[in-house]
Every structure is written in C-alpha cells, then in structure tokens.
C-alpha cells in the first residue's frame, strides 16, 4: 500500500509564498509521476503540476511562472513551491502518486490534502 502525505499548508497573505510537501511511502512500487492537484469550494479538482518520474514538468497555465514542483530524491518526497500568491490560489492542495501496477496498469494514490488561504 503506497501512502501519501501532505504538509505545509497554512494561511499566507496575497503576494507572499508558501511550500507544499509531499512524502510517498511504502507499497515498493514504482512511482511514475507525482503531481500537486488543487480543489476549491464548488469547484472541480485541478491539475496544478506534475513531475514524470523522467523529470520533465507540467504546469496549469494558472500557475505557470509562479509555482515550481520538485523532487527530494533521498526524501522521496515531491514539493510544490508556490511563490506571488493570490486569493484565487486558495484551495485543498492534494498530493497524487501513480503507482506503476503491471504493464499498462497504473494506480493513483491520493493524499488527505492540505489546506492553502491565501487573504487580500
């Protein structure tokens, strides 16, 4: 069983930043992305970035410039730093890992989520 854990959320001010983390633990698989998804009141979850376990990143447009995901290779962790935030960045931030099954067969392991408010 791979488990996921977030930290780092918290209240910030507009324009100041903040750093997500996510650790990836057990299961002995291996992880082909972990990304950084992020769901407001009322809204879809979102993509906000991912890292391939390659290395090569994806950003949401929203975010792009401003937010940068990277991984801690002897944490195994995965982190979001999230830089020139606006109220609209506010969201539960979730930690996403897909897990490598079988040929052709993955599996998402999900995070509980980390709250990020960011007031005007």
């Known amino acids: 069983q791979v488990h996921v854990v977030e930290s780092g959320g918290g209240l910030v001010q507009a324009g100041e930043s903040l750093r997500l983390s996510c650790t990836v633990s057990g299961g002995g698989l291996p992880i082909l992305e972990r990304g950084w998804y992020r769901q407001a009141p009322g809204a879809q979850r979102e993509m906000v970035a991912t890292?391939?376990?390659?290395?090569?990143?994806t950003y949401s447009d929203s975010v792009k410039g401003r937010f940068t995901i990277s991984r801690n290779y002897r944490e195994n962790s995965v982190s979001l730093q999230m830089n020139s935030l606006t109220p609209e960045d506010s969201a539960v931030y979730y930690c996403?890992?897909?897990?490598?099954?079988?040929?052709?067969?993955?599996?998402?392991?999900w995070g509980q989520g980390t709250q990020v408010t960011v007031s005007s």
């Open positions: 890292i391939h376990s390659s290395g090569s990143t």
């Open positions: 996403k890992a897909t897990a490598i099954m079988d040929i052709g067969k993955n599996r998402d392991y």
